[in-house]
């Protein structure tokens, strides 16, 4: 008998047994159960997601003889012909290979003859997007108004290519990631009717680097049966997706923060001598590091056991927060160097070699890796220049004005305030925008605004407050163009029109709140009306 791979031995045939998509097949349930099943849909998302499996399911479903609650029931006449794929009415189409005007004529042509056997034809183009102007041009009359006895049922992973026609003539479902957690349970399912052993580590792991798409777990947990193991555990995992074990990442980590760059080049060589791919082993490393930061914020991690937590722990112990920004940053931007770089190791090891040197050593000093403090810097410089020359130079006075312009003072006299006792209206959407940060890997913004809030300023603006001081640092990276657009950008789209946004210290915050206080008790001032006050 043929081997058949496990992510098709284990097609859901059901809408009940599909993981992660709970908000489509309801609403495709209580269509078919209603009859009001549309004649064109659209299921857009991700890779291994589930689009062709719910278009076999619904394509089964609306031609059974004995539907059950809105399933197929897989035993009739006509759900047996289409699971053996010998029923001519369900017609599946790859839009890749398919994709000229004279397929879709040819599909134009055949919807005008009755089905042979099924109550309806169905047709299911795959991969839509890939279809040329003229084909999507042909499809638009028969998509808008088909025979009676016809279904459309496309499926894409970039809607965004589809013209707006194409859109307006179908019922859209976007089908979003699975969890990590649906899909470790779902592995789990699969490996005990397959009667394979498996640790729940090395679930979270293949969960993990499935990224939401179940077919990609399924594959990954295929390799790992080839490899003729009797228990699929954490490390063969990680062997054979070219992942660097634990051990390697504390090493190098502990070994940057201690400036030891000759150990943190030789653990790095000795896990390229292993084969490790080396964009797994950069995001491990970045990865690794933000969960430092997250212990030494909330002592709280889920994914490690009581010695990895030990060990985290003593990391933390022996660095700032400012120096684990700084490490997420620099290997962040490692990462986008290295994806148009045909020496990436020579990249690799330099910016290792980076990590340990003495700029970042200074950590204390901000002002010598920030450009705030080099322009504060070049300002004092200016302002000396121009008192030498006057004759008017003064030792003391230079002296009381250099420490108070010196931003690095200034935050260390500012104490945490509790913003509980202030009449702070604080927006409810702005968590999910730093889980949602988290989940995009943009690791840099997520963890710059772990303790942040988020406040109205005005109509057009919203105020970031940064609870714990606005250093030069991170001001210096939330300023950066990318980041700023990529906040306004998810502030708008929560805020459903165009919104900018204001970085605000733990003063700057309360000076903002008194001013709109202010302003919301003298309403003749925003009338623009000139006001002559009169003291009697």
Known sequence: MAYTALYRKFRPLKFEDMVGQEHITKTIRNQIIAGRVGHAYLLNGGRGTGKTTTAKILARAV???????????????????????????????????????????????????????????????DEVHMLSTGAFNALLKTLEEPPSHVKFILATTEPQKLPATILSRCQRFDFKKIS??????????????????????????????????????????????????????????????GIPKLAFITQIIDA???????????????????????????????????????????????????????????????????????????????????????????????????????????????????PEGVENLKARITELERKIAQGSFQTNNTSERAKSSS?????????????????????????????????????????NLMSTIATLINDMTVGIVFQNGLTPFIKATMERPENVQELERLVSIECGKEMRIKLLDNQDAILEQKAKEAEAQNPIKDLGIPVNEIEE
Do not use: H
């Not at 879709?104 to 042509?109: G, L």
């Open 407 to 447: 931003p690095k003072e200034k935050i260390e006299k500012r104490e945490p305030i509790d913003f509980s006792k202030l009449n702070i209206e604080k927006l409810e959407f702005w968590p999910k925008i730093i889980n949602q940060l988290r989940e995009e890997r943009k690791m840099i913004l997520a963890t």
């Open 180 to 241: 990590n957690g649906d899909i470790s349970k779902r592995l789990q399912y699969v490996c005990d009717e397959s009667k394979i052993e498996i640790t729940k580590e090395a679930l979270s792991i293949i969960s993990i680097l499935a990224e939401g798409a179940m077919r990609d777990a399924l594959s990954i947990l295929e390799r790992c049966l080839q490899e003729g193991s009797e228990k699929i555990d954490e490390d063969l995992v990680k062997d054979l997706v």
């Open 63 to 125: 031609n059974c003889l004995n539907p059950q609650n809105g399933e197929p029931c897989n035993e009739c006449e006509i759900c047996k012909a289409a699971l053996s794929g010998s029923l001519t009415d369900i017609v599946e189409m790859d839009a890749a290979s398919n994709n000229s005007v004279d397929d879709i004529r040819a599909i134009r042509d055949e919807v005008n003859f009755l089905p042979t056997l099924a109550k309806y034809r169905v047709y299911i183009i």
């Open 256 to 370: 940057v923060i201690n400036n030891d760059i000759e150990k943190t080049i030789t653990t790095v060589e000795a896990v390229m001598q292993e084969g490790k791919d080396l964009n797994n082993l950069l995001w491990e490393l970045i990865k690794y590091t933000k969960d430092i930061l997250v212990w030494k914020t909330t002592e709280k991690l889920e994914i490690y056991n009581q010695e990895e937590l030990k060990q985290i722990a003593d990391i933390a112990k022996k660095v700032s927060k400012e120096r684990l920004l700084q490490i997420i940053y620099i290997l962040s931007e490692l990462e986008n160097n290295m994806k148009w770089s045909s020496q990436k190791a020579v990249l690799f090891e330099v910016a290792m070699i980076k990590l340990c040197g003495p700029v970042i050593e200074t950590e204390k000093s901000t002002d010598m890796v920030n």
